[in-house]
């Protein structure tokens, strides 16, 4: 299920720089997007689609670099449409980023899970009735996008599984790299 309106991040962006994330794997990043789009796991709405993609810049790291907020996924995407985190204060919800545009709206969801699943290099979220009458581990409630609360529900299904439901949200799917991530979606 899609919100009412456009997502907007729940937290505070503080830019280090506005240098472009700048890595060998954003043309596979790019892919995913357009692949999600093609597939309609990341609908449209104005201005945007529901649905983000990360992966991790070297593992066991605190680092990603994630699709912008506000971001359509069936456009072109150039590498000024993704933003790299380097770190995330959950408490004081604030992500500090590099790059020219605001993070997805799901950067502390995806910050949770890389700290969670060393394993995991790899995040993709995104939206498709279709996934919820499949019998895949869902989270007990709904609770509101980007908040700590779809954090917490989600992490303890996590710990188990690599593609989760979030209740009335859509789903996730992790990978130890993009390709696992997506083909896990493609192959369900």
Sequence with gaps: MEPAEK?????QTEFIDDQIPDDPRLP??????????????????????????????????AEFIITASGLALKDQLTADCF???????????????HGRRVPSSETMLHHAVYAARPDV???????????????????????????LE???????????HDLVIMK?????????????AGQRVIQI
Excluded at 7 to 11: A, D, G
Excluded at 83 to 94: E, G, P
Aim: glycine share 10%; with cysteine.
């Design 7 to 11: 997502p907007v991040p729940q937290f």
């Design 28 to 61: 596979g990043l790019q892919h995913w997007c357009a692949e999600f789009h093609r597939r309609g796991l990341a609908p449209l709405y104005a201005g945007g689609s529901y649905g983000n993609l990360s992966f991790r810049l070297k593992p066991g790291a």
């Design 83 to 97: 933003v790299l985190v380097s770190a995330v204060d959950q408490a004081r919800r604030v992500v500090r980023a």
């Design 121 to 147: 290099n790899a995040v993709f979220h995104g939206h498709s009735e279709r996934f919820f009458a499949l019998g895949l581990p869902e989270t007990d409630r709904a609770v509101p996008y980007g908040s």
């Design 150 to 160: 779809l954090v917490a529900s989600v992490l303890p299904l996590l710990a188990r």
């Design 168 to 180: 009335d949200h859509g789903f996730l799917a992790l990978g130890k790299d993009l390709d696992e």
